[in-house]
């Protein structure tokens, strides 16, 4: 009897022997595997800081640079009212007011109360986006941990969206899963898995690494660690199944307040936890904790955030936050309903007409305080910016915004280049939360959603898309390997015998009663549950255990082979991401490499060499290496505040040398051009045309809108009249092409770099007077400290010609400038279109200087040729879209330039005739027929332009 027992006491503790054993096993490659991907995140972000130094990069982290110098040196006091006349001269700018300045706070903190003397604030913040990114990193694996919790995902998306379609809650013990693997110290598995593999993702995405890479001292670099711990503990606040859950909700309002003071894009966080707490509404998961998490978030938040100068009232009065603000209003008219339903216990029908009779009320209040405020222009118009991200074309109708790169929308191409292997990882995660659904895993849903949308239409939101498919592909990973590990240890087996018995027992003893209140889901999905059964039941077989661990072999094989790609894919990436921009890497002709300093350099001899109040003119990208290497006085500068005077800078940059040396002589003391090819200034030059055109409509010839005579005109770099008479065409090349030389009376070289990148001009016959006069009259406010400047009266009758440009957005103002935008998206989505017109422009000048000339002809023989000729070509496609567009007037200045033009046929036989009679256009008919094109002629199909009148 003493044996058995000792057999029996044996038996029963080599499980437990193996499952401690297993469970240290698990929590030693989990810690390794955490230790290994924190180290790759912070490595990787410090190849920069290794090669080049602790080198500030870019544009805009110069100016951040600045800001946290001027903070640490003068207090936030004096920073908060620091209007600096240094940037946008003669204007200058309210910097205190108009930045964001969670990042320069947060620098200098570390300085004063961390780093001390121990390291220079230039260090500290080349290294701020090395450390935000691994704590970001670490944030994306707590979202993807909350989200795979065995309380947050034991639903699935359908039954509780059938659920909320018939009116019944899904109470939070259906979310519940049902069957769970507890390891060392309470933590579950799968759910470390997921969260391990998504930091794993997070910490070398390309997607993130673009803004968080040493010396990258952007608002990103921040803004992203404060978004995923905004997002974390909104997720955190919504967990089931504890009682004070609520209290992470202001814990979320305190970190949304750190990120409305970092990043404009505080406005897609905001709108992204009110549309998840919409989107519960809508999935019947509106519940007290869920009500007090958002009320909470959404109150402290917003009290918060509005104490930040530059946000100020907008979370009230601007259209791009207000849907937040609506939810916030939503739920307080729900959460009274609910209680007046409970109290009165009303059925459905009267809870129903309740909710109608309150939020109707509350519209008609509503609408009514909107019709009031609205004429007085309460609420302020989306940005161009966001407006772009929901017109249908990629363009916003602001030339200014249209220039820049990453405003484009993203392309397949972009998001493999960011995302790589998180293309196809990421949407298996999402079908996996789908099906392990619950409150927070529904964020991810909203979230993917949300960042698919706005990452696809502009590139350089992929950054927003980084911790949302770091979290899903995280997910997928994890709980693949975590599957894996159960089947090839045989943990699969015990748990899901326990579980059957458990539920079995748990049944019978709740009786009829549970069963008559047994959610409207279990009744849903009763078919696909007699399927899985038979699927586990065929799957716990010998043959199915077999084919169960074959698969986790070869999956785990497959993951490993891809996280192998994916890793030297992402560390080649951050070898590009890494180049700070202001340095180059060249190569010479003997095959060495060199870093090319050329930028810095420039900087350096302004420094050096130039008064402390010498003015630069430069175009606006380089305006914050000026201010923050150079310390001297820019004309503009990346915040690009005020579309008027960018336009100024390119009029004077695109316009003659004449007209642009009497715009800069009241503006400037030198002048400094980026050369070497490249996206160097000439490169940019249309796009400060088409700018300078958007506010002086007689820059560019008439009908121009998009200024398509401002370019060159071959692949060898011929420039255009109009480029060829320019300011900057002028400086550019000047000693570099034949026959170009700036005028010895204007301008005088006295610097260039090493290899050419930079060139500075001092202006001659600099205007002291308008000098003299712009120090002299700033007008200060009541506080004394907000003083602007003016333009000099000098450049009163180049002013006068200004048009200031009308946002299409902006419906505060009464004119509009319809015909513009109509004309510059017409030439944007047809650009072959503009081009045409523009050249057929330039001729016809060249014509008018040459008045002797007689009207071109064609004899008979060129006629027969042309229209004998039949096939596809650019001209037989822009003559296409001039007649079916009813283009007469560009017709006809084509026609009076080239008649031939007339005559073209497409391969299929078809010319503008049939096109004419095709679009039943009489008009393009007349034209036609008066040069003389027959309408009897036949096509391939032998179809005359008479017989399409039939079809």
Not at 73 to 84: A, I, L, P, R, T
Not at 744 to 767: A, D, M, N, Q, W
Not at 769 to 775: F, M, P, Q, R, V
Not at 787 to 810: N, R, S
Request: hydrophobic share 40%; glycine share 8%; net charge positive.
């Amino acid at each position: 009897m003493a044996e058995k027992k000792k057999k029996s006491s044996a038996a029963s503790a080599s499980p437990a022997s193996d499952s401690s054993l297993m469970n240290l096993v698990w929590f030693g490659a989990v810690a390794y595997a955490l230790f290994l991907f924190l180290i790759n995140a912070y490595v990787i972000r410090m190849q920069a800081i290794q090669e080049y130094g602790p080198v500030i990069h870019e544009f805009d982290p110069y100016f951040n640079w600045r800001a946290t110098q001027y903070l640490y040196e003068n207090g936030y006091k004096k920073f908060f009212s620091w209007f600096d006349h240094m940037v946008w001269y003669p204007l200058g700018r309210p910097v205190g007011t108009t930045i964001y300045p969670g990042m320069q706070f947060t620098a200098v903190f570390l300085k004063d109360y961390v780093f001390g003397e121990s390291m220079t604030l230039n260090d500290i913040c080349c290294y701020i986006p090395v450390w935000f990114g691994v704590m970001a990193t670490i944030l994306v694996g707590c979202i993807a941990y909350e989200a795979s919790l065995s309380v947050n995902s034991g639903g699935n998306f359908i039954s509780v969206a059938v659920d909320a379609l018939k009116g019944k809650y899904t109470t939070s013990k259906d979310m519940t899963a049902k069957s769970v693997t507890r390891r060392f110290f309470g933590f579950e598995s799968p759910a470390v898995e997921c969260a391990i593999f998504s930091m794993g993702f997070m910490g070398v995405v390309p997607a993130h690494l673009m803004r968080s890479v040493g010396g990258g001292y952007d608002n990103e670099s921040v803004a992203v660690t404060a978004m995923t711990l905004t997002f974390y503990l909104w997720v955190r606040s919504l967990r089931n199944g504890e009682k004070y859950n609520y209290l992470f909700g202001v814990l979320a309002g305190l970190a949304y307040f750190y990120m409305a003071a970092a990043w404009g894009g505080y406005v897609f966080v905001l709108n992204m936890v009110g549309a998840h707490a919409a989107f519960l509404v809508l999935m019947g998961r509106f519940s007290s904790n869920v009500y007090l998490s958002y009320t909470l978030f959404y109150a402290i938040g917003t009290v918060l955030a509005i104490q930040v100068p530059v946000v100020g009232w907008s979370p009230l009065k601007s259209l791009e936050q207000l849907p937040a603000c609506a939810v916030f209003v939503g739920y307080q008219l729900l959460y009274y309903c609910e209680g007046i339903r409970k109290k009165n216990k009303l059925s459905r029908k009267e809870s129903w007409k309740f909710r109608f009779q309150v939020f109707g009320a509350a519209a008609l209040l509503g609408t009514m305080f909107i019709m009031a405020v609205t004429p007085k222009g309460y609420f302020g118009p989306i940005s161009s910016r966001v407006r772009g991200l929901f017109v249908p074309h990629t363009k916003t109708g602001n030339p200014l915004v249209d220039s820049v790169a990453e405003h484009q929308a993203a392309s397949q191409q972009a998001y493999w280049q960011y995302l790589h292997m998180l293309c196809f990882m990421a949407p298996i995660g999402f079908f996996m939360v789908l099906f392990r659904f619950g409150d927070a895993a529904c964020f991810l849903v909203v979230y993917a959603a949300a960042a698919y949308f706005f990452s696809h239409k502009m590139v350089r939101l992929i950054l927003l898309a980084a911790p949302i498919s770091s979290s899903l592909g995280g997910i997928a990973v994890g709980r693949i390997v975590g599957w894996s590990i159960s089947v090839l240890s045989g943990e699969d087996d015990q748990p899901r015998e326990k579980k059957d018995t458990n539920v079995e027992t748990k049944s019978k003893s709740e009786g009829k009663k549970k069963k008559k209140s047994s959610s409207t889901s279990n009744e849903s999905m009763t078919g696909f549950k007699a399927i899985s059964n038979g699927f586990n039941e065929a799957s716990n077989s010998y043959e199915g255990k077999i084919v169960k661990s074959i698969a986790a072999v070869v999956m785990c094989v497959s993951l490993y082979m891809q996280a192998s790609t994916f890793a030297t894919y992402a560390w080649r990436i951050s070898a590009s991401l890494s180049n700070p921009s202001i340095i180059l890497k060249g190569q010479t002709r003997d095959g060495k490499i060199i870093k090319v300093d050329d930028y810095r350099e420039a900087y350096w001899w302004l420094r050096d060499n130039t008064p402390e109040d010498a003015r630069v003119l430069a175009w606006w990208d380089y305006g914050y290496q000026i201010t923050g290497i150079a310390n001297r006085t820019t004309v503009a500068d990346g915040n690009t505040w005020n579309h008027e005077h960018i336009a100024l800078l390119g009029k004077c940059l695109t316009g003659s040398v004449d007209e642009g040396y009497q715009i800069a002589r009241h503006l400037a003391d030198y002048v400094l051009i980026w050369g070497g090819g490249g996206g160097d200034d000439l490169a940019k030059s249309p796009h400060l045309a088409r700018i300078a055109n958007s506010v002086y409509r007689d820059h560019c010839p008439p009908g121009d809108v998009t200024c398509r005579a401002f370019g060159v005109l071959d692949r060898q770099g011929t420039p255009s009249p109009m480029m060829e008479r320019s300011f900057l065409y002028n400086l550019h090349s000047h000693s570099l092409k034949p026959g170009v030389e700036a005028d010895p009376t204007k301008f005088k070289e006295v610097y260039r770099t090493k290899y050419g990148k930079v060139r500075i001009f001092k202006l001659l016959g600099v205007s002291r007077e308008s000098k003299n006069w712009i120090e002299e009259n700033r007008e200060c406010d009541a506080g004394g400290w907000f003083c602007p400047g003016k333009y000099p009266p000098g450049l009163k009758k180049i002013l006068d010609k200004k048009k200031d440009f009308a946002q299409l957005e902006d419906f505060n103002r009464g004119d509009k400038d319809d015909e513009y935008q109509k004309q510059y998206f017409q030439d944007l989505n047809n650009p072959d279109l503009a081009k045409k017109r523009a050249q057929m422009n330039m001729k016809r000048e060249e014509e008018k200087k040459a008045t002797d000339q007689p009207k071109k002809t064609l004899t008979d023989e060129e006629k027969i040729e042309i229209y004998s000729t039949w096939e596809d070509t650019a001209d037989t496609t822009l003559m296409w879209q001039l007649v079916t567009t009813n283009a007469i007037d560009d017709m006809n200045r084509w026609l009076d330039q080239d008649p031939g033009a007339a005559w073209l046929r497409s391969a299929d036989g078809r010319g503008p005739m049939w096109w004419a009679f095709e679009s039943k256009n009489q008009d393009i008919v007349s034209i036609l027929m008066t040069a003389g094109v027959p309408h009897n002629d036949k096509d391939k199909n032998g179809l005359a332009p008479v017989d399409l009148l039939r079809e």
